[in-house]
């Protein structure tokens, strides 16, 4: 019951974020909306970590599992991503280092706000 309830205030918050995405007419899509409602959630304390921890880390670990689809669709595509092969793959492995990159700024930033605040208490 614990994980259905969780998983309620998960979707709630995606379903937000779809409403979101048809009232303001801007280029986001509604996983961004809904990823920084539950960001903002979680920072003003209006839902508790402790509220959605144990389903948001069982939907990390099954995370892969939503790939296979993609996978399957380029496998399938095959005969329009030969010609643009090498453009592609330059394209991914640039934007996958800038996530990279950005993603290990962001958390070093989160570890030392975490730990200034913690040498401040």
Do not use: N
């Not at 389903?55 to 990390?60: H, N, P, S, W």
Request: proline letters at 5%; zero cysteines.
């Amino acid at each position: 019951m614990k994980y259905l309830k969780q998983f309620g205030i998960i979707i709630a918050i995606s379903f937000l974020g779809e409403l979101l995405r048809s009232l303001i007419p801007l280029p986001i899509p509604a996983s961004i909306y809904g990823l920084v409602l539950m960001l903002l959630a979680l920072q003003t304390r209006v839902i508790a970590l402790d509220k959605v921890k144990d389903t948001a880390k069982l939907l990390i670990e099954i995370m892969p599992l939503m790939f296979i689809p993609a996978a399957v669709e380029l496998m399938e595509s095959w005969v329009v991503l030969k010609d643009i092969l090498v453009p592609v793959i330059i394209i991914t492995l640039v934007s996958t280092v800038a996530v990279m990159v950005v993603s290990g700024w962001a958390t070093q930033g989160m570890i030392r706000r975490e730990q200034k605040k913690e040498g401040q208490e």
